[in-house]
């Protein structure tokens, strides 16, 4: 019997706590995900915090309820702290770990094989086991270091999607840009989608809007 995926989801300390914030709706909705391995660091939470104005505190149910705004029975949050959780060790099967918004440290940590919390770790796992690891990076602009550390993890194999909006669909909404986003990432998760945001060639102006 062919089970659900199983994506582990890690959110540190750089602006953009937006996108997984939509990111984990999406995942939770999705009749194709049974299980959403959560972690968020402690500049994670605050930044989370701050920007969209949640009171994240703990690893029980309360995570999610306010990230998603509803309960769930599809996301099990872990401590940053928690080395012995599941996600540390190669003999749990993740199929996937998407890292949003990742900050330049935890990318340099990463791409050094510096385990430092549960997310470097997780990431670290994800890498040995040779299954597929997402990097949103979220910084502007970047320097050498951070360039250096993009290219040895996109030589490993890591997909690099930088945090970067697009119009070509014609966004009224910030929601619709993030949405956007999202979407791109449910593609190389290879996890279906409404598909109201792909590319279908060029429209006449008048059509646009």
Known sequence: MNRGKRITIGVTGASGAIYAQRLLQWLDASPEVERIDL????AGVRVANEELGLNLAGT??????????????????????????????????SDAMVILPCSMGSLGAI???????????????ILKE??????VPRETPLNEIHLENMLKLARM??????????FYHFPKSIDDLIDHFCHRLLDHLGISH????????????RQRG
């Open 39 to 42: 972690v968020v660091t402690q």
């Open 111 to 125: 791409a050094s094989g510096v385990t430092r919390d549960l997310v470097h770790r997780a990431a670290d796992v």
């Open 60 to 93: 029980d149910g309360r995570v999610a309820r306010e990230l998603i705004g509803r309960d769930s029975e599809k996301i099990v949050p872990h401590s940053a702290n928690d080395i012995g959780a599941t996600i540390a060790s190669g003999s749990y099967l």
């Open 130 to 135: 040779r299954r597929l690891l997402i990097i």
């Open 157 to 166: 194999g890591v997909r690099i999607v930088p945090a970067m909006p697009s």
């Open 194 to 205: 409404e598909q109201l945001t792909r590319w279908e060639g060029s429209r006449p102006a």
